[in-house]
């Protein structure tokens, strides 16, 4: 279950390394790709699963992922009505990402 904005489109803009969302509420956010990878919301990526559903400060999707993990998006699958999923290059897949997760990360303009 999601109380957020449902996303109405939803594009890689590879070149610049931004994820694009639209949201239905009229939201246009783009998302850096490593910012994105650094918030993995995976229990391994978050450091425990009592770590999981905490806030993710809003800040941290400017930041950039330690060497070695890839901010290299290969693909990307909706999750129901739910979230997103996340294929990077490294194999990690692990994160689930709700739009209760990305809609209050949009980065301000
Ligand atoms: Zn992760």
């Not at 229990?43 to 060497?67: L, Q, S, V, W, Y």
Request: glycine share 10%.
């Amino acid at each position: 279950m999601t109380d957020s904005p449902l996303p109405r489109n939803i594009t890689v803009d590879r070149q610049n390394q931004l994820l694009i969302v639209e949201w239905e509420d009229g939201a246009y956010c783009e998302y850096p790709l490593p910012g994105i990878r650094y918030i993995c919301p995976c229990a391994d990526c978050r450091g425990g699963h009592e770590n999981m559903g905490k806030p993710i400060p809003p800040e941290d999707i400017f930041k950039t992922p330690a060497p070695g993990i890839s901010t290299d998006l290969v693909d990307a699958k909706l999750v129901g009505n739910y979230g997103i999923q996340f294929f990077w290059a490294d194999g990690h897949n692990a994160g689930l990402y709700s739009w209760n997760i990305l809609r209050p990360l949009c980065p301000a303009k």
